[in-house]
């Protein structure tokens, strides 16, 4: 099995940061895409950053500029460096992975537990 567990997320004021980890671990053999998403009371979960095996990054409009993503291939983490936070930022974020569990079983997609992000005003 795989799991993702996600780390950090809590109450921050309007303009201040928070940082977000997620970890994978159980039974991996190649991480493809990892990322970000998030999802507000009464809306759709959407993507807020993604980033390639390579190191190839992918930000929504609404965040670029503020947030980072970064990952680390050995320790199998994802970081998210939220700057700048506004209170529309408000949600909660989920970790997803693309993840092969063994040579030439295709991948699947993994999703974290999900972490409250609460920006005050």
């Known amino acids: 099995q795989v799991q993702l567990v996600e780390f950090g997320g809590g109450l921050v004021q309007s303009g201040g940061s928070l940082d977000l980890s997620c970890a994978a671990s159980?039974?991996?053999?190649?991480?493809?895409?990892m990322g970000w998403y998030r999802q507000a009371p009464g809306k759709e979960r959407e993507l807020v950053a993604s980033i390639t095996s390579g190191g190839s990054t992918d930000y929504s409009d609404s965040v670029k500029d503020r947030f980072t993503i970064s990952r680390d291939n050995i320790k199998k983490t994802v970081l998210l460096q939220m700057n700048s936070l506004k209170p529309e930022d408000t949600a909660v974020y989920y970790c997803r992975a693309e993840i092969a569990t063994g040579y030439g079983l295709g991948t699947g997609d993994y999703w974290g537990q999900g972490t409250q992000v609460t920006v005050s005003s």
């Open positions: 159980g039974s991996i053999f190649y991480i493809y895409d």
